[in-house]
Structure formats: structure tokens, C-alpha cells
């Protein structure tokens, strides 16, 4: 079964400093990986994903997230945060053998501060 | 308008009441999915649905009916409303050939069981 993990309830950073919030996964074959936001009262929003190929993913509002493998990890990664960046930010996983579902983690608060 | 629209947006109901949520989409999409958001357990999976007249149970579908007649509707209902079933209800869809792009998700609903 696939299983998404996001060890960090709450991760702080000051603006203009990188951040990283961090996702680790379990699937039985290759991983589809996700990262979505959610600002208060809103639903997610999709932020990148990995398919194949590149380990590191380029997605919406300078957010990148790279792929390990070896680690199962899918941790995502901005250079200079911003304070509009503080919102809750969810990993997700699809396994290639487990249908068209996706797994959600149970999610990462993320705080800038100015 | 175009999107994926969830209703109601608040419900506040008593315990043992049937409640049923809506959710339509207009993009035709085969796949729609039903989420609950809880404090420290992220989203859950509750039922899924590969098109219409075709369902399945994903994570926690116990106390949830799902039907769906036609693509673009997928309703939820609660047969007998739990006070352990308030939470935030989510949507999403997502077009089967483009399901590792992501999904798109409602505004939400928030329900309230008393």
C-alpha cells in the first residue's frame, strides 16, 4: 500500500531565506509525487509534480522539489521564501500499480516571517 | 463558470440526520475523488470514482454513500450523521489522461455534526 510521510508539523522561516519542507514516501512500484497549498479556506491547490526523468521539478511560484529515490524522499524547496509563501503544504503520492488514487501526507504548516 | 463547484459551503447538522454534499464539475472529467481534511491526519480518502455508475472505497468510507449518475455530479452522503464526521469534505476531479498532472479541487465543505 502507499503511504506519504511529512515528519514537520510546522516549518519557520524568515523572508528571504530558503526553505525546505520535507516528504518521504513508500510505494510498491515507480512514484508519481505531488506538492499542493492550501491557504486558509481554500482548497488545494497544485503546485508540481514528478513523473519521470530531471530529479529536481520546477513548479508554480519558484517552488522546486527534488527527487531521491535511494531516500524515498520528495522534499520540497524554495530559494527565498516570502511571506505569502505561509500557507499548509501537502506531499502526495500515486503508485503506477495502485490505480488512478492518490495518497495525501497530513500536511505541513509553513510559516514566513518578515 | 467553468471549475468544480461544492455545496454547501457550511452545514451544521444534528447527529443521526442524513446529509448528503454535493460537488459538480463542468470539465467532463471521468475521475472524482472525495476527501476529508482532519487536524493531524491531513486528507483521507473517503470514495473514488473512475466515471459515472463505477465507485470505489478508499480509506475511510464507513458511514458515506457515494452515487454517481452522471460524470459531472459525485454526491456524498452521510446516512446517519456521526459527531467523528465533522471535518472538512473535499472534492477534486481530475481527466484520466492527464490524472499525473494533478487534481483539481472544490472550495470545500465545511460540516459541523452536533
Given at each position: 500500500a502507499q503511504s506519504v510521510a511529512q515528519p514537520e508539523d510546522q516549518v519557520n522561516v524568515a523572508e528571504g531565506n530558503p526553505l525546505t519542507v520535507k516528504c518521504t514516501y513508500s510505494v510498491s512500484g515507480n512514484p508519481y509525487l505531488f506538492w499542493y497549498v492550501q491557504y486558509p479556506n481554500r482548497g488545494l491547490q497544485f503546485l508540481l509534480k514528478y513523473?519521470?526523468?530531471?530529479?529536481l521539478v520546477k513548479g508554480s511560484y519558484g517552488f522546486e522539489a527534488e527527487f531521491n529515490k535511494s531516500q524515498t524522499s520528495f522534499h520540497l524547496k524554495k530559494p527565498s521564501a516570502l511571506v505569502s509563501d505561509s500557507a499548509l503544504y501537502f506531499c502526495a503520492v500515486r503508485d503506477?500499480?495502485?490505480?488512478f488514487k492518490t495518497i495525501f501526507g497530513a500536511g505541513t504548516r509553513l510559516f514566513v516571517k518578515a | 463558470d467553468a471549475g468544480i463547484t461544492q455545496s454547501p459551503r457550511y452545514k451544521i447538522t444534528e447527529t443521526g440526520r442524513q446529509v448528503t454534499l454535493m460537488c459538480h464539475q463542468t470539465?467532463?472529467?471521468s475521475y472524482m475523488f472525495w476527501y476529508r481534511q482532519d487536524l493531524g491526519h491531513g486528507l483521507r480518502l473517503i470514495y473514488y470514482s473512475a466515471a459515472a455508475d463505477i465507485t470505489d472505497k478508499g480509506e475511510v468510507p464507513d458511514g458515506y454513500v457515494v452515487s454517481r449518475s452522471k460524470t459531472e455530479n459525485f454526491p456524498l452522503t452521510l446516512e446517519s450523521a456521526t459527531r467523528s464526521q465533522t471535518s472538512v469534505y473535499f472534492c477534486a476531479s481530475s481527466d484520466p489522461y492527464r490524472v499525473n498532472y494533478g487534481y483539481t479541487f472544490g472550495s470545500g465543505t465545511r460540516l459541523t455534526v452536533v
Open positions: 513523473i519521470t526523468g530531471d530529479n503506477e500499480t495502485g490505480g | 470539465w467532463s472529467h
